[in-house]
């Protein structure tokens, strides 16, 4: 077994990536995008209690796992403070569609000119959920009475808004093209992060005041264990071994010998969680459309957000907590379907003459992988399933509600991504015959 680097070598790994021209280029480009992200982080728009405001997120919830995504923003009320989230449920509509949709599927197949059409009807349909998203938002603050302004200054914070995420959708799609990794993944990296230095001072001065040294001991181990546990998660795989056949052509022969398909155990990533926080967060953004003085009308809607609350005390909490793990389990299932096609794989194997060994080709190759992945997906539905619920439960258990960043999926976002930038940087650095960070 290799032995593990230490830190001296990691950083001499990122010593040598910066010696690389073209990776240094993308790599100053990611921080220069971090840095301007920081700027418009702290841009605030008028009319909001700052006060009411912060009493607002004291309860966490699903207002706090937004904020969290935005990097404060929201709590603070910046131009940010919708985040990239619409941008995130249009794409995830929009691949759906795709395989609902034959024109789309047919756009999909002719290669770029088509995938940027479909690029052009994600930015089209963004817009439409930030403008939503944004009037639910403004309006929830309204009737709550944090947020005083006039009609037209409404439509201009409505507005300002849906810009701000339009501007992140931009800085994602340029990181993809010109830094490392995936720029959306990373918007949200960095506003997860931008978060952090805020949480460990509220941590502090909370422990230091209310005595609970061994709530935030127990909540420092649940956080190394979660890591580690997302880690083994988001590398595991089973290796599927294929057996190529041997082609003889002319004199010579070609192909023969065997590899293997990994398929991965959780195979959705992140992106069930954030579909099923969106389909929650439903009821109380058309809850915030209702007039006021509507009486009756606002109490059964607010009765229904009560009832889709996750995390909450009683009855409503305990069904939304089950509904928001069984959401979570069927779009992992859903999600996992629609990346990987099964028919398609065992048909790509069929051709190229390759089977796997002991089963037939055609379709009993397409039963056996099916198979294989509803068992393995189980255990990486269940596992996103029980770090989408940390986050209500692990305060409860450790009496500190201060650190946000513990167990849920800002957490499982934050291992996700470092572990596929680092591997991205990894590629550029073997191309060039450098060491890089894994081993």
């Known amino acids: 077994m290799p032995e593990q680097r230490n830190l001296n070598s990691l950083l001499a790994s990122l010593v040598a990536a910066f010696r690389v021209p073209d990776l ?4 100053v480009f990611v921080i220069e995008m971090f840095a301007l992200y920081m700027v418009a982080l702290h841009i605030p728009l008028p009319g909001i209690d700052r006060d009411k405001m912060e009493a607002l997120f004291q309860g966490g919830g699903l207002l706090g796992l937004l904020d969290t995504f935005s990097g404060g923003a929201l709590r603070k009320y910046t131009i940010l403070a919708m985040s990239i989230t619409p941008y995130i449920n249009a794409s995830i509509i929009m691949q759906l569609l795709t395989v609902a949709i034959p024109h789309l599927e047919e756009l999909q197949k002719e290669g770029e000119p088509g995938r940027k059409q479909i690029s052009k009807y994600t930015r089209i349909l963004t817009v439409i959920l930030a403008v939503f998203q944004a009037t639910a938002l403004n309006l929830m603050l309204r009737n709550a009475g944090i947020l005083t302004v006039s009609a037209p200054q409404f439509v201009q914070i409505v507005v300002t808004l849906t810009a701000g995420t339009m501007f992140l959708m931009w800085m994602g799609e340029r990181i993809t093209d010109k830094g490392i990794g995936n720029g959306v993944s990373l918007v949200i990296f960095v506003g ?12 502090v001065r909370f422990v230091g005041s209310s005595g609970r040294y061994t709530g935030a001991l127990a909540l420092f181990v649940i956080f190394l264990a979660t890591v580690a546990a997302i880690v083994a998660i988001t590398q595991g795989q089973r290796k599927i071994p294929i057996q190529h056949a041997k082609k003889v052509v002319g004199n010579k022969m070609y192909g023969g010998g065997s590899s293997f398909l990994p398929l991965k155990v959780n195979q959705a990533g992140v992106i069930p969680i954030i579909f099923a926080v969106s389909v929650v967060l439903l009821p109380a953004q058309i809850a915030q459309f209702a007039p006021v003085g509507a009486g009756r009308l606002q109490d059964f809607l607010r009765d229904v957000v009560l009832w889709f609350s996750p995390g909450g005390p009683g009855i409503p909490g305990f069904f939304a907590t089950m509904l928001y793990a069984v959401l979570v389990l069927f779009f992992t299932y859903f999600y996992t379907a629609v990346t990987f096609d099964v028919p398609k794989v065992a048909d790509d194997l069929r051709k190229y003459g390759s089977f796997i060994p002991g089963i037939r080709p055609g379709r009993p190759t397409a039963d056996y992988l099916d198979r294989v992945m509803t068992r393995i ?24 509600t201060t650190f946000s960043l513990v ?6 976002i934050v291992v996700g991504v470092a572990l596929e930038t680092m591997q991205q940087i990894e590629a550029h650095l073997v191309m060039r015959h450098y060491e890089g960070f894994i081993k």
Request: hydrophobic share 50%.
């Open 24 to 27: 240094r280029k993308r790599l």
């Open 192 to 203: 997860i992060m931008a978060r952090l230095p805020y949480d460990i001072i509220n941590t």
């Open 377 to 400: 997906t189980l255990a990486g539905a269940v596992f996103l399933a029980v770090i989408a619920l940390m986050q209500y439960y692990v305060p409860n258990w450790t009496g500190v």
């Open 407 to 412: 167990g849920g999926t800002s957490l499982l």
